[in-house]
């Protein structure tokens, strides 16, 4: 038997990494709105809402990683809820594209992930409990030409989260992937409107998504009600991926 999860409510401690802006900021809000306690982290100077702890950090940088957390237990205790949100993109076609593009998305897309996740399950474990949620992309299954990069870094999420949940399914902590679709943020915005049209004629929904509507999810699996939910791909784009 496991300890339960807290209660909505009862103040989880939560870390949203690159939770300053856009996906990550809403998802923060949407813990904050829950009652529970919410540290996301931040890599420049950004002016947060009142009641969201910022602590700064790369997660390319694992020293970095680790005084973050140091900060965030001190403030709200164990990390009880991890979001690794943090992302970025560096679209170039194959041909164009230099290794450079490719490994630094990766490390910052998927072995971000990875080193976030590993700080955050220490005391996860001592917990016996604990809800890991990572933001995917409807990118990491559907493919995207010019994204060879971002999609592999996308993909792989999947097999950390069901590894993950092979190996601590049975301590009371669940991870699981959220793949959003097209999200208007400053990510999308940068996308030429050309391209824009062009991803909005396939998307079923006819319309880019809020990232309210991504939080909302994220905020459901690591709740109570999603207990038995591991391992698990969610996507949140508008039917473009069809449930993969
Ligand atoms: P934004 O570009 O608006 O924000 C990205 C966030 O990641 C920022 O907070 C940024 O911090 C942070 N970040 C980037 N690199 C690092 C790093 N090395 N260390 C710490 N933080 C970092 O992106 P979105 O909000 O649109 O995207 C959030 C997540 O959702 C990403 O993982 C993205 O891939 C994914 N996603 C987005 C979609 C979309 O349509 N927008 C669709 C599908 C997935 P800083 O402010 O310091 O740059």
Redesign the pocket.
């Known amino acids: 038997m496991t300890a339960p999860a807290s209660a909505p409510g009862q103040g989880r401690s939560v870390l949203v990494?690159?939770?300053?802006?856009?996906?990550?900021?809403a998802i923060a809000q949407a813990f904050l709105a829950n009652g529970d306690k919410v540290a996301v982290?931040?890599?420049?100077a950004?002016v947060l809402p009142d009641g969201i702890l910022g602590v700064r950090?790369?997660?390319?940088d694992a020293a970095s990683i680790d005084a973050a957390f140091a900060e965030v237990e001190a403030a709200h205790g164990p990390v009880e809820v991890l979001v690794a949100?943090?992302?970025?993109?560096k679209d170039t076609l194959l041909l164009r594209m230099s290794e450079e593009d490719f490994t630094s998305v990766v490390d910052?897309?998927l072995t971000?992930a990875f080193r976030v996740i590993k700080r955050a399950s220490k005391g996860m474990i001592r917990l016996r409990r604990g809800r890991i949620v990572l933001?995917?992309?409807?990118?990491g299954l559907y493919g995207s030409p010019g994204q060879v990069n971002?999609a592999a870094s996308?993909a792989g999420l999947v097999g950390i989260a069901r590894s993950l949940t092979r190996e601590l399914g049975s301590r009371g902590i669940t991870a699981n992937v959220v793949?959003?679709?097209?999200?208007?943020?400053?990510?999308?915005a940068a996308l030429p409107e050309e391209t824009q049209k062009q991803y909005l004629s396939t998307i079923p929904a006819g319309r880019?998504a809020t990232?309210e509507e991504?939080a909302g999810v994220v905020r459901w699996v690591a709740s109570d009600e999603a207990a038995y939910i591991s391992g698990a791909v969610i996507p949140v784009d508008g039917g473009l991926g069809m449930g993969h």
């Open positions: 990494t690159g939770g300053n802006r856009g996906i990550g900021l982290t931040f890599r420049s950004s950090a790369d997660v390319t949100n943090a992302g970025i993109t910052t897309n971000g933001i995917s992309s409807v990118v971002y996308k793949a959003p679709g097209f999200i208007s943020t400053d990510m999308t880019f990232a991504v």
